[in-house]
């Protein structure tokens, strides 16, 4: 992992200590709420609806055991017990006291982490694909990337201001797991014909009101030009990007202005000017990042191992979890674990303090002191011996945290919605624990299939409702909350929006809709068929018409 250096750590000592003094002053009354406003966003601390919230980052999703625990003291020692982990990589605190945030910062200080641009209009936490460095399918490890990209980004002098915020995500392998289509920047490793590895550049993506699928703005970067390229862009946006309207103002609709080619163009142009400046990357530079993220130091396991096959053999319960929560690892003999926070009935992606502190232990324990956080607000052990995998779901078990459901209807995305926050329309955090309650069956959840539901409580999408195989988008009609149903929405490499299906429904209604458009897919579902999969064979009419049959 990352270890800071002695510059990062008097930086954030710095930092904590100014905002100390700013929240005293704010205190003392000797600032207003608008002086304070901008002062507190810098440091990632919003005002919702019942409280102040903090959004602390967690670069690229990873975490050390060390970390993880920090935040889960900072949980119950300063929130109610709880945090919440978002679709970006970050954690929320929902219930902060304004005179404890100094505090906070400083025990987050303490393990190397900060709130520090996860709000404003600037160059926000980069994301990653959560099973970077360990995937088996990958073709580098893109936290190397994502922290040089960090690095560049923080405190950026020129991009602190920018039209609108800006999100970059990126993903080391073929398939997508980071939605980097989704992003105002997505970068893609890939391997050109002479087998070098750079990257795919995407740009121009989003979701909130105007939901755009990016566009590859270059096939293939040389790694080198990483910096100077994404400098390039973010110029040119800075330059042209709309300020005179904030929902016109982040890159999409910039790009949607002009033009793919032509926004090419203006970025190549921008960039053969700095191209060869001191933002092009060394090769010792890259080495000195590269080796914050050198592999542990794995054992060497023959395959098969007996153990876990036996345990497989002898207990349906946890094989039916290694079906679903496991993902094939680099190295022979260890497994990737995705553990989820979606049980039946609970709040997606929220984590107690006692979890937090018992995930910790167990990666201590089982997974070499490391954990991840995945955008589908789900935690990550990368690195557990499969000869454990038994052992470790039993405790996993112990905390309410065994399961089997990663990638299935009640896997769900969700924003915090009405509960806490002051832009929404409606409750999103109920509709999940609805519906997680409804389809809780394993045998039913197995029997539906890969599926991706996203709930948001309103337009802005944090919960990605919209590409959601099925998305659910929290609406105010005539000031009583409803739910707007897509369908067809993908995430990852063949990302599509989904499409509306009509009419909304209120609250109550929902689960009902849900349950007609499942039991709608698996009527007609073709042998193999995933519940997308049939949306695309057969369009959303089938689907409309059981929807509203009865309306
Ligand atoms: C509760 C406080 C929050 C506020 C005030 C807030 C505000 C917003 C706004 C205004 C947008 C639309 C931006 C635009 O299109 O220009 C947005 C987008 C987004 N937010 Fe949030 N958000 C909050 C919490 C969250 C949470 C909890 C998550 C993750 C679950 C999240 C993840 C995202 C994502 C993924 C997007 C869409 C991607 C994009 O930027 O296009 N946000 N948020
Ligand atoms: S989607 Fe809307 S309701 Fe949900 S967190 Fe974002 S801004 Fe709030």
Not at 189 to 194: D, G, I, L, S, V
Not at 300 to 311: H, L, M, Q, R, Y
Not at 512 to 533: M, N, P, Q, S, Y
Request: hydrophobic share 40%; charged share 25%; net charge negative.
């Amino acid at each position: 992992m990352y270890q800071y250096n002695e510059f990062d750590h008097a930086f954030l000592k710095d930092r904590t200590a100014e905002f100390r003094d700013q929240v005293a002053r704010r205190l003392a009354g000797e600032l207003t709420e608008d002086e304070f406003k901008p002062l507190r966003l810098m440091n990632g601390l919003y005002l919702q609806l019942h409280a102040y919230m903090l959004r602390v980052a967690i670069p690229y999703g990873t975490l050390s055991a060390k970390q993880m625990r920090q935040l889960g003291m900072i949980a119950k020692r300063w929130d109610r017990d709880w945090g919440h982990f978002t679709t970006r990589q970050n954690i929320q605190y929902n219930w902060i006291k304004l005179d404890d945030v100094p505090d906070i910062l400083d025990a987050l200080a303490e393990v190397e982490m900060h709130a520090i641009q996860t709000s404003g209009n600037c160059i926000r936490n980069v994301t990653a694909d959560q099973f970077a460095g360990v995937a088996a399918d990958e073709i580098e490890d893109s936290r190397v990337w994502a922290e040089i990209i960090r690095q560049w980004s923080t405190l950026h002098p020129e991009f602190t201001f920018l039209p609108r915020k800006f999100k970059i995500a990126i993903t080391g392998s073929e398939h997508d797991r980071a939605a980097v289509k989704l992003h105002d920047i997505g970068l893609r490793m890939r391997r050109n014909e002479a087998g070098e590895t750079g990257f795919e550049v995407i740009v121009g993506g989003g979701q909130g009101r105007t939901p755009i699928v990016g566009e590859t703005i270059r096939d293939f970067l040389p790694k080198q030009h990483l910096l100077s390229y994404l400098e390039a862009i973010l110029r040119t946006y800075n330059l042209l990007g709309r300020r005179d309207n904030l929902y016109k103002a982040r890159i999409k609709i910039l790009v949607a202005a002009v033009g793919i080619e032509k926004f090419a163009e203006m970025v190549e142009e921008e960039w053969l000017e700095i191209k060869d400046s001191a933002l092009a990357l060394e090769p010792e530079q890259i080495r000195a990042i590269e080796e914050h993220f050198a592999p542990p130091q794995y054992e060497t396991i023959a395959e098969p191992v007996a153990g876990f096959d036996a345990a497989r053999f002898t207990d349906p319960a946890f094989a039916a979890w290694t079906r679903t929560n496991l993902f094939p690892h680099k190295q022979p003999g260890y497994a990737v674990v995705t553990v989820s926070l979606k049980p039946a009935g609970g709040v997606p992606g929220d984590a107690t303090s006692a979890q937090m502190e018992a995930l910790a232990d167990l990666a201590e324990k089982y997974s070499l002191g490391e954990l991840r956080i995945a955008h589908e607000q789900n935690v990550v052990l990368p690195d557990v011996r499969k000869q454990d995998l038994h052992r470790l779901w039993q405790e996993l078990g112990e905390q309410g945290l065994a399961d089997a459901n990663i990638g299935l209807i009640t896997d769900i995305i969700s924003c915090p919605g009405l509960d806490y926050c002051n832009l929404a329309n409606a409750r999103a955090i109920p509709i999940a624990q609805r519906i997680s309650r409804h389809f809780a069956d394993p045998a039913l959840q197995s029997e539906i299939g890969p599926i991706t539901l996203n709930i948001s409580g309103c337009i802005n999408a944090c919960g990605h409702h919209h590409v959601g195989n099925i998305g659910i988008l929290g609406v105010d009609k005539k000031g009583v909350e409803h739910y707007q149903i897509t369908i067809g929405g993908i995430a990852d490499e063949n990302a599509a929006v989904g499409r509306i299906l009509g009419p909304s429904f209120p609250a109550e209604e929902v689960v009902d809709a849900i349950d007609t458009l499942i039991a709608t897919f698996r009527k007609i579902r073709e042998e193999g068929e995933t519940f997308i999969d049939t949306v695309q064979r057969v369009g959303i009419q089938p689907f409309k018409e059981t929807l509203y049959a009865n309306h």
